[in-house]
């Protein structure tokens, strides 16, 4: 099992930048793939980006591509994203998820665990 927490979200004005942070319970977080995703009021999940468990492997969406960077430090069992050139359609909750084994894509489906999820709100 595990267990996700986000922190970091908040107010910011376009333009800014924030650093998400996802803490890991479980031994086995460090051989899963990570993945951030965030929903908006009204809109489905989407997916922003993915780590596998080494850190050597990423995927973005194209909204974020450029401006948004993850990571991940295993010894810490915690995850990272951080948000650049923040922009108001940025606006969302913004969620951790580790996949239920040692692959996971890019839909909400992939992953088995979730957090509680952090809002996010860039003004303009």
């Known amino acids: 099992q595990v267990q996700l927490v986000e922190s970091g979200g908040g107010l910011v004005q376009a333009g800014g930048s924030l650093r998400l942070s996802c803490a890991a319970s479980g031994r086995t977080f460090s051989s899963r793939w990570m993945g951030w995703f965030r929903q908006a009021p009204g809109k489905e999940r989407e997916f922003v980006a993915r780590i596998n468990w080494s850190g050597r492997s990423t995927t973005y969406a194209d909204s974020v591509k450029g401006r948004f960077a993850i990571s991940r430090d295993n010894e810490q069992n915690s995850g990272f994203l951080q948000m650049g050139r923040l922009k108001p359609e940025d606006t969302a909750v913004y969620y951790c998820?580790?996949?239920?084994?040692?692959?996971?894509?890019?839909?909400?489906?992939?992953?088995?665990?979730w957090g509680q999820g952090t809002q996010v709100t860039v003004s303009s």
């Open positions: 998820a580790a996949s239920p084994g040692i692959m996971a894509n890019t839909k909400p489906g992939d992953y088995s665990y």
